[in-house]
């Protein structure tokens, strides 16, 4: 099966703190997939690196099987798989004097042509779309609404409405659930997985609650001081394996006690990869 992400030897620093270190991942088409790491372990860097947002100092990465960056630099033909790649911010980063509908059409605006973008004049079919992808996700009655009256879960649902009007085929959410009360947090988890099972996406989802990760997504990516700690099935990260990779920082991951959360003792849990090796 062909690889919707892949990073080799992804590194980046800051000043003097080291981001990310020799990150090198593959995911394959259609996975949903979580990131999980403290506050500092590199998610947010990382994902930010996929689309070509952030530069590395050194490594490659490939999205949808074209190289976006190379050893610090930007590759020929990245905007446009960047048009294939919606990503979600913890912040939501929609434009609070816009109607919500507006928001959701910004995700159109590389099929858009120049002129009518530059005054956000979108045609009758493309607001029929926008229109469509509220209903996905339940809120088509704050489409005329300024995005600053809504809730932060109906943000969060308007963002993923973009990402559905977008058609993309590569979503990458960054601590999407973050700022939501537990029952939004669930509405979002739950579109992201419909999304990625109806529409045959790609997800990657930076999570710091690992019960969000067991239950909605198969694999686990996890970071730890910018490097890759475990890369197995969400099913095994038990809390004696997440005090084992992150000590101390381990308690950070639980929205819950773990002994509510882990029922069960996993078997034969995968081995640790200090880095991973592709």
Same mark, same amino acid.
């Given at each position: 099966?062909?690889?919707?992400?892949?990073?080799?030897?992804?590194?980046?620093?800051?000043?003097?703190?080291?981001?990310?270190?020799?990150?090198?991942?593959?995911?394959?088409?259609?996975?949903?997939?979580?990131?999980?790491?403290?506050?500092?372990?590199?998610?947010?860097?990382?994902?930010?690196?996929?689309?070509?947002?952030?530069?590395?100092?050194?490594?490659?990465?490939?999205?949808?099987?074209?190289?976006?960056?190379?050893?610090?630099?930007?590759?020929?033909?990245?905007?446009?798989?960047?048009?294939?790649?919606?990503?979600?911010?913890?912040?939501?980063?929609?434009?609070?004097?816009?109607?919500?509908?507006?928001?959701?059409?910004?995700?159109?605006?590389?099929?858009?042509?120049?002129?009518?973008?530059?005054?956000?004049?979108?045609?009758?079919?493309?607001?029929?779309?926008?229109?469509?992808?509220?209903?996905?996700?339940?809120?088509?009655?704050?489409?005329?609404?300024?995005?600053?009256?809504?809730?932060?879960?109906?943000?969060?649902?308007?963002?993923?409405? #973009?990402?559905?009007?977008?058609? *993309?085929?590569?979503?990458?959410? %960054?601590? !999407?659930? =973050?700022? +939501?009360? /537990? $029952?939004?947090?669930?509405?979002?988890?739950?579109?992201?997985?419909?999304?990625?099972?109806?529409?045959?996406?790609?997800?990657?989802?930076?999570?710091?609650?690992?019960?969000?990760?067991?239950?909605?997504?198969? #694999?686990?990516?996890?970071?730890? *001081?910018?490097?890759?700690?475990? %890369?197995? !099935?969400? =099913?095994? +990260?038990? /809390? $004696?394996?997440?005090?084992?990779?992150?000590?101390?920082?381990?308690?950070?991951?639980?929205?819950?006690?773990?002994?509510?959360?882990?029922?069960?003792?996993?078997?034969?849990?995968?081995?640790?990869?200090?880095?991973?090796?592709?």
């Amino acid at each position: 099966m062909p690889y919707a992400v892949v990073t080799r030897e992804l590194s980046k620093s800051f000043a003097n703190c080291q981001a990310l270190d020799k990150v090198s991942i593959q995911i394959e088409e259609g996975e949903m997939v979580a990131l999980l790491g403290a506050s500092g372990s590199g998610k947010s860097t990382l994902l930010r690196h996929l689309p070509g947002f952030v530069t590395s100092n050194s490594g490659e990465i490939d999205v949808l099987g074209q190289t976006v960056q190379s050893n610090g630099k930007l590759k020929a033909g990245y905007k446009q798989v960047r048009s294939r790649v919606g990503f979600v911010f913890q912040q939501f980063n929609l434009v609070n004097r816009l109607p919500v509908i507006t928001n959701v059409l910004i995700g159109l605006l590389y099929e858009t042509p120049w002129w009518r973008s530059l005054f956000m004049q979108f045609s009758v079919e493309q607001r029929q779309k926008a229109l469509e992808a509220l209903s996905s996700v339940g809120i088509e009655q704050t489409a005329w609404q300024r995005a600053a009256t809504l809730s932060g879960g109906q943000q969060q649902r308007a963002a993923l409405a #973009r990402c559905l009007v977008q058609k *993309a085929r590569v979503i990458l959410a %960054d601590e !999407p659930i =973050a700022s +939501l009360d /537990p $029952e939004s947090s669930r509405k979002v988890m739950d579109l992201l997985q419909q999304m990625n099972r109806d529409n045959k996406c790609t997800v990657l989802v930076s999570l710091h609650q690992v019960e969000f990760a067991v239950r909605y997504c198969p #694999r686990t990516i996890a970071l730890n *001081a910018g490097r890759v700690v475990y %890369d197995g !099935p969400s =099913a095994a +990260l038990t /809390p $004696e394996l997440l005090a084992e990779l992150y000590g101390s920082s381990a308690s950070e991951l639980f929205a819950t006690p773990p002994d509510a959360l882990f029922g069960f003792q996993a078997k034969n849990p995968p081995h640790l990869f200090p880095t991973a090796n592709f």
